[in-house]
């Protein structure tokens, strides 16, 4: 088996997990609100991808497959919010201010505005429907 063949699968075993452990946050009912629970998941995930990247990148002999299942793989499918909160965090350690702050920028509002575009062209195309 190649080593890309090896990765995919690992991404693929920790983002089923992921989505797995995701789908349970959402049956805890912390809050009423169950936007607070996707809040609480978003959190969670950012300490977890912070916690990982610093305990796989002390580890020498950790190999790039570890960071696969757990990062891309296991907490991809936990929550992409996780990644977002990492690469701004990478660009300010490196003094990429303006990249960071553009990065967060970018994503917030373009992502809200993606969203938004995307329910609103929906909804116009299912009422011609």
């Not at 890309?4 to 089923?16: K, N, P, Q, R, S």
């Not at 989505?19 to 998941?41: D, M, P, S, W």
């Not at 201010?97 to 917030?108: D, K, N, Q, R, S």
Request: aromatic share 8%; charged share 10%.
């Amino acid at each position: 088996m190649s080593g890309v063949a090896l990765e995919m699968i690992l991404v693929a075993t920790g983002g089923a997990t992921g989505c797995i452990a995701r789908y349970g946050t959402e049956h805890i009912k912390l809050f009423a609100n169950n936007q607070f629970n996707t809040v609480v998941t978003n959190l969670t995930g950012c300490l977890l991808i912070g916690i990982l990247w610093v305990i796989i990148g002390k580890i020498s002999s950790t190999p790039e497959s570890l960071n696969r299942l757990l990062i891309t793989g296991f907490l991809g499918g936990f929550t992409t919010f996780s990644a977002f909160s990492l690469h701004p965090i990478l660009m300010l350690r490196n003094g990429q201010y303006t990249e960071a702050l553009a990065y967060i920028a970018i994503t917030v509002v373009g992502g809200i505005a993606a969203c938004a575009l995307g329910m609103w062209g929906t909804e116009k195309i299912t009422r011609l429907i």
